[in-house]
């Protein structure tokens, strides 16, 4: 077996249908995240982007590794820190250190690799992806919920009836809006949010808001890949907007906001709510609501998808330097020093952020 890395930009017919079938065969694969139209998506707004494909003896692709090239040293998921997945699409035992040899680097990071997949043996970290399933539809994840103690839904419930009786019954959700008032108005509730909480804003760096401004505008009846918006109205204005990315029947919440006017009535888990109920009405099989100790997330879910951070590497510096990482953050992890703990996982995720973000001068698309 070979390994050729290419710009996903330049994939051939015959390889987006190999990654498609793969995709297809295995239960595993549904978030947007792994599908090739992301890889393209943000090939087309920064030039580091490659895709390490891996080819039988015949020339035939039978596997995938996209990555962005942030550094000389190591290379990092695609899309950086809007990616809440990784995985080789690709059948399992793939020697995977040929695609760092290929891309000249020392290493590949996961932020978020999937453990039931070939990179689960290179997580060194372990954590959880919410997910919320209703193929057997709405009222059967509602039935499931509550046996399982979530009072979330029936309280959401509530506090909608509580929010259409006091504004006159004018109360919807626009499901899988194509509305640009109520995305732009997401995007600046988002940034108000984050700077109001001392996150870093995302939205400066110009790769990141072409990357989520392109999946809104993809074309709705594309059925590979493409955004979906759920538009929560009263009196016809939006007070709530939930942005997901879809690919096939799953969708994969991405960004989140509301009026804070109205945040009494909790606008933002209520427009989560009636969109399951949407996305079920409509075929869809899967929310998910990726990592994060979030309460809502928990209570929502009825499944966890395995994940954790690690790395692909090949002997040498970058390999050992990391490991060495991840060696100290166990070892602090394992005593009992209270919120101390915490510190080293932090500190790795915002140097992930950051490296992330950063696109090399030479490489901007």
């Known amino acids: 077996m070979r390994v050729e890395c290419v710009s996903p930009l330049a994939l051939n017919a015959q390889d987006v249908a190999q990654w498609r079938a793969v995709l297809a065969a295995d239960g595993e694969l549904t978030s947007p995240y792994l599908a090739p139209e992301w890889a393209q998506t943000v090939a087309r707004r920064r030039g580091d982007v490659s895709v390490a494909v891996f080819r039988d003896g015949d ?54 690799g999937l453990a039931n997949n070939a990179v689960g043996e290179c997580l060194l970290a372990h954590d959880v992806g919410h997910v919320v399933r209703f193929a057997d539809g709405w009222q059967a994840w509602c039935d499931q919920r509550a046996a399982a103690g979530s009072k979330t839904i029936a309280r959401t419930r509530k506090k909608l009836t509580k929010l259409t009786r006091d504004h006159d019954g004018d109360v919807a959700l626009e499901a899988f809006s194509t509305d640009p008032h109520a995305f732009e108005t997401l995007l600046r509730w988002k940034r108000a949010q984050m700077k109001r909480t001392g996150v870093t804003d995302i939205f400066e760096h110009a790769w990141i808001d072409g990357v989520v401004r392109d999946c809104f505008a993809w074309d709705p009846a594309d059925p590979h890949f493409g955004g979906a918006m759920f538009v929560l109205r009263v009196k016809g204005q939006p007070v709530a907007v939930l942005f997901c990315l879809r690919a096939g029947r799953a969708l994969h919440a991405w960004f989140v906001a509301h009026d804070d006017a109205l ?27 990726g990592p994060g100790n979030y309460a809502f997330k928990q209570s929502l879910a009825n499944h966890a998808r395995p994940i954790g951070a690690g790395f692909v590497g090949r002997p040498g510096f970058a ?26 996982a932090k500190a790795m995720r915002r140097l992930d952020v950051a490296r992330g973000l950063a696109v090399p001068a030479d490489r901007a698309a």
């Open 319 to 344: 390999a050992a330097f990391k490991a060495a990482q991840f060696q100290m953050r166990a070892l602090v992890e394992s005593l009992p020093v209270g919120p101390v703990r915490e510190w080293p």
């Open 59 to 112: 020339g035939a692709p039978v596997g995938f590794l996209p990555v962005q090239l942030s550094s000389g040293h190591a290379a990092m998921p695609v899309g950086g820190p809007i990616c809440d997945y990784q995985a080789f699409i690709g059948p399992a035992g793939a020697d995977l250190p040929l695609a760092v040899r290929e891309l000249g680097v020392g290493r590949i990071d996961l932020t978020a």
């Open 263 to 289: 945040s009494a009535h909790s606008p933002g888990i209520i427009v989560f709510v009636e969109a399951i109920r949407a996305a079920a009405n409509a075929g869809y099989t899967e929310m998910d609501l």
